[in-house]
């Protein structure tokens, strides 16, 4: 069986220079060059994996098919390659720990000191390996969180140094770096970069590609100068010149021959031919829209668009197909009352309220959600949001004043969203929400079954708490219908309006499923409908 090409992306000089992009990128090349490919993030905390992490800390935290908590760069990889990604293709540093001292409480290393080097290399080198060992794939791009020179990522950088000692020309280093522009001097700086790749060499690692992150376009004289400084030929140095769009990436990294570069330093055979046709399509569609709409979204991490990231994308995705731009307008659902509903919502053509956890703000999306249901206003609602808007049906129509969920309010009368039978015996907060993906049959006749075009689809979760069947015939006979079932264990995962021209609250999470290639029904019609609103 074939074993995998190991590609590794590291960072050096700062954090937030795009190595996920840039990964994402060249494995969007590399699959329109016919090649297949897989990217996996290794990241250097100690948690066991993001899913504890506030995203004030981290940003989203993204869930894969198979129901791993992951870090939300792997959500940038579905989104260019359109390929699903699992456990394997995101590791921490708690995750390898917990792996070998798990081993060792065995007895597996008896007798011997279990030490960094080499029982957490090795470790680290069995994870990546595990991807290239199926045989499914001709690349593997292993990116590796946080900054060369960090404490936490020596490991890392020493595991890859043993893998291109032993894999030769099988692998390859693409190092990411950044090279200022000083106003003051008028010139590009190339010395933060000569040092991060010394910072490499010290650690026994030659980078064989150098991609600089830039405001400015690299003259052949900077491009030589990097190149003599940082032992690398000319042609390996790559220019990554700050974008419009994320989604204009990979065109720039084609112009500038990453993947070309990539194939040479692993001896890898390839032709001329790339067909990038289709994402040349979404680009020039993106940037030539022929409308516009505002939607609100309405959460409670507003200051920091990383925290609903997959949403973000997934409303360009949709703007694409309804050739319009979907400006957001974050609304604090903390600064909500009944008061200023107008103020915040009289100038959008919907209202999506985000996932979350916790009560803080919850009023506010509940007082949102009347809004949006009493003007007709076109409504999205996913997880906690889909949740609310369960609520505020069960309080403002059915007239259960005190309706609410057990998360929020656990003595309530009216309990319409309740922790989930198999949650009530869970202790433990890592890992053990309802996670991944579950079927959905969707009804005849609904506005989501014709969006979907299907009816049995299949969605990605992340929740404790469920719609309470104790009150779903209520909830029918007065127009909020239950119109996506998990057939299994018979739970109410779509929720429509019938007296509505769209309102929809999902329990799962649609934006984890939007790629450029297949951008979400869903987002897609309610995109349709805020226009369709809007141009009233
Ligand atoms: N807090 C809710 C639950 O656990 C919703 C979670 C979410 O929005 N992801 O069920």
């Known amino acids: 069986m074939k074993e995998a090409k190991y590609i590794f992306v590291t960072g050096g000089v700062t954090s937030s220079l795009g190595k996920g992009i840039i990964s994402a990128s060249l494995a969007k090349l590399l699959k329109s060059r016919g090649f297949s490919v897989t990217i996996q993030k290794l990241d250097p905390y100690i948690n066991v994996d993001p899913g504890t992490l506030n995203p004030y800390e981290h940003g989203e935290c993204y869930v894969t098919e198979d129901g791993a908590e992951t870090d939300l760069d792997l ?33 597996e290393f008896l007798g011997t000191t279990v030490q960094v080097i080499p029982h957490i290399t090795d470790e680290i080198k069995r994870r990546i390996r595990l991807l290239g060992q199926t045989g499914q794939y001709d690349f593997v791009i292993t990116e590796i969180g946080g900054t060369v020179g960090d404490i936490e990522s020596f490991p890392f950088i020493e595991a890859i140094r043993q893998m291109r000692w032993e894999m030769g020309r099988n692998c390859a280093v693409v190092h990411l770096t950044l090279v200022p522009f000083l106003s003051a001097a008028g010139e590009l700086k190339t010395k933060p970069t000569q040092h991060s790749v010394k910072t490499m060499l010290e650690q026994g690692v030659q980078p064989d590609i150098i991609v600089c992150r830039t405001e400015h376009h690299l003259n052949e004289g900077i491009r030589n100068k990097i190149a003599q400084f940082c032992n690398v030929e000319p042609t390996s140095v790559i220019e990554s ?146 949740q609310c808007a369960v609520i505020e049906f069960a309080r403002n129509v059915l007239g259960y004043a005190d309706a609410h969920s057990t998360e929020m309010n656990p003595k309530t009368s009216a309990p319409v969203i309740d922790l989930m039978a198999s949650q009530r015996k869970v202790h433990d907060m890592g890992g053990t929400m309802r996670l991944g993906a579950y079927p ?16 049995l689809v299949s969605e990605r979760h992340r929740h404790r708490f469920e719609f309470n069947n104790t009150y779903r015939k209520q909830f029918e006979d007065n127009g909020m219908i239950p119109v996506g079932i998990y057939p299994e264990d018979d739970l109410v995962e779509i929720v429509e309006l019938k007296e509505h021209p769209w309102f929809v609250g999902v329990q799962f999470h649609p934006e984890y499923k939007s790629t450029v290639a297949r951008p979400h029904p869903l987002f897609a019609g309610f995109v349709a409908a805020v226009l369709v609103h809007s141009s009233r």
Request: proline share 4%; glycine share 8%; charged share 25%.
């Open 440 to 455: 959905c049959r969707l009804k005849p006749g609904t506005k989501v079954a014709a969006l979907y075009g299907e009816e």
């Open 241 to 386: 010149i700050d974008a419009d769009s994320i989604y204009d990436v990979p065109v720039l990294m084609l112009q500038e021959k990453l993947d070309i570069e990539v194939l040479r330093k692993t001896n890898t055979p390839y032709s001329d031919k790339i067909d990038i046709t289709n994402w040349k399509n979404f680009l020039s569609r993106l940037k030539n829209p022929k409308a516009g709409v505002t939607i609100a979204l309405v959460g409670k991490y507003v200051e920091l668009k990383d925290a609903y990231k997959s949403i973000h994308e997934s409303f360009i995705h949709a703007g694409v197909v309804n050739e319009c731009s979907v400006r957001i307008k974050h609304v604090h659902s903390e600064q909500i009352n009944k008061d200023n509903l107008n103020m915040h919502f009289h100038d959008v053509g919907g209202i999506l309220v985000a996932p979350g956890f916790g009560s803080r703000g919850i009023e506010g999306k509940i007082l949102a959600i009347e809004y949006a249901r009493t003007n007709k206003l076109p409504f999205l609602g996913i997880c906690l949001g889909m």
């Open 75 to 107: 959500g940038h990889y579905e989104r260019f390659s359109n390929s699903p990604t699992s456990q394997a293709n995101n590791v921490t540093t708690g995750r390898i720990y917990q792996h070998v001292i798990n081993m060792e409480r065995r007895g």
